[in-house]
Structures are given as C-alpha cells and as structure tokens.
C-alpha cells in the first residue's frame, strides 16, 4: 500500500470526490483522502493523502491557500460563479482606481457569510442540498482572514486577483462581496488553487499524467512521504533499546533518544526509529520531560 502524498492539479469538471474516486483505481488501495474540497469549475493545487498518510488530512485542510481568480463585475448568480442561473445584470461604470480601492480593502479579517451553494451543515443539511431545493437559509457569518489580495489585471468588467486566504474562505464569496461593494454585483468567472500550504501547483500532476506513471511503475515518483510535511520542526531518533516505546505509541524520554535534547514546551519533533524510518510526531512535555505522540506514522 503507497503512503504519503500526491499533489494532484485538478482539472475543471471534477469534483473533489471524484478526483479521490479516481486516484483509487489508479493506485490500485482504498484509503485515500483529499485535503480541502475545491468547486469543480475550480482548478488547480490539490493534495491528495494515502495510505497512513490520510491522519494528515485534517492538518493540511488547516493550511492557508492561495488562489488565482477572475472576477466578472455586473452579474449576480445564486451560485456566486459563473456556472449558477443569472439573477441581474448591471452596467459596470466604474474606474479603476474605484474597482483597486474596493478590492484592497479586503485585505485583512472580514466577516463572510458562507454560499448556499457549499457543503457546510445546517441542522444536519448540507446547504447546497437545501439550495438545490429552492430553499434558503440564514447562515452564520465567519471570521477569514485575507493575509494579502493583489490585483493583476484589470480589464473592466473583468478583474484577475491572487489571494492568501485562511482556511474557510470562499473566493466565490469574496467576488461577489467585492461586487455588491462596488454596486454593480460580481460574480467568480474562474478560479485557480496555486498554492495550499507547502505544496505548489508546479510541483502537481493530472490525473491523466499520474495514469502514466502508474503503467510505467513510477508512482512513487510522485509520492511525497508523511515527515516531509513536519520538515521544519526538529528531529530526535530513538535510541535502539527504546525502539518497543514508538512501536507501541508510548511517550519517550529526553535520555531514550539519540540527540538527548530538549525543546520548548509544546514543541512538536519528528521522531524516528535508528534505521532512519519515520515513527510519528511527538509534543514536548517539559513537566515530565519526555515527548508525548501527538501522531503516529508506523
């Protein structure tokens, strides 16, 4: 069974699901998990997790994105996209400098309240199954964070941004917020994944591209290992006669490793077997001063 992970460029059409559909019979296992769902109109950068590898799912989905989008101005859809049934068309009469000043002043937190159009739960619903029904409901405006909004081309009534957004943020809703600021309405023409957390889209392959190098026996190739993600935090090896403790996914002591070092208190460490092989992801506890695990990898 493969473990570790894949960056897949999503192609347009698929969902998030189906990539992870497909990604099983290409690699030929069933535990497979993908890290933040992306619209299928969207494209782009998504990490796909297998094997042991899928107990990082819930950490990567945390990671701050970054996004290429285009914003269409003077339309509304009940999708907030292109791809959603038209509600109004206005003139877009604006200048530049109005559309760059309402644009960046985004930056920063900002209260967005989630689409209909979106896969989050109200009394046990997902709203776009509430949606797809013509029913509406009030939903609960969120705090994100937009770390930085940059505009690339404005071309009126098409406006090309790159944004460094938290986690839970929606770009279709932040077109249309731009647009209903504007007064004219906005709605997401296209919208590329560029960048979540450390992985990058020149570093992702197709679906098509992964077949290839299934039939070729180079999928691993592809394949990035768990500990790669931890790749900043500091490593510890155990020392041989305490090898049973990780097996077992028992705390280690500061003297039962190699190195026999201490970190800040809380502080994450990669730590491995003597042979070198990732066991997990340990926290310090500087009270009993000894690494407790927070994730194992064996």
Not at 241 to 251: I, T
Request: proline share 4%; hydrophobic share 35%; aromatic share 8%.
């Amino acid at each position: 069974m493969l473990s570790g992970i894949i960056v897949i460029d999503k192609e347009p059409g698929f969902t998030s699901h189906d990539v992870v559909a497909k990604m099983r019979g290409i690699c030929g296992q069933r535990k497979i998990g993908h890290t933040g769902t992306l619209d299928p109109m969207a494209t782009g950068v998504l990490p796909v997790c297998l094997g042991n590898a899928t107990k990082l799912c819930d950490l990567l989905t945390e990671k701050d994105k970054e996004y290429e989008a285009q914003l269409l101005l003077g339309v509304t859809t009940d999708t907030q996209d292109v791809t959603g049934r038209e509600l109004s068309r206005r003139e877009v009469s604006l200048n530049e400098e109005q559309v760059r000043e309402a644009v960046y002043s985004f930056q920063g937190e900002y209260s967005q309240i989630p689409p209909m159009y979106s896969a989050i739960k109200v009394n046990g619903k997902r709203l776009y199954q509430l949606a797809r029904q013509g029913k509406e409901v009030e939903r609960q405006a969120r705090r994100v964070t937009i770390g930085k909004i940059e505009i690339l081309d404005v071309s009126l009534p098409l406006v090309t941004i790159r944004v460094l957004c938290s986690k839970g943020t929606y770009i279709r809703t932040l077109c249309a917020d731009i647009g209903e600021k504007l007064g004219c309405g906005g709605v997401m023409k296209s919208l590329t994944r560029t960048r979540s957390g450390s992985f990058f889209l020149k570093d992702a392959v197709t679906l098509s591209k992964l077949e290839a190098l299934r039939d070729q026996n180079r999928l691993e190739e592809v394949l990035i290992p768990p500990d790669q993600v931890f790749a900043s935090n500091p490593l510890l090896h155990v020392l041989e006669a305490y090898q049973s403790l990780v097996e077992n996914g028992n705390p280690v002591y500061v003297e039962q490793t190699r190195e026999k070092k201490a970190f800040g208190p809380g502080e994450w460490v990669r730590i491995y077997r003597s042979d070198e092989s990732f066991a997990g992801i340990y926290a310090y506890d500087e009270q009993r001063r000894q690494y407790r695990p927070v994730k194992m990898f064996l």
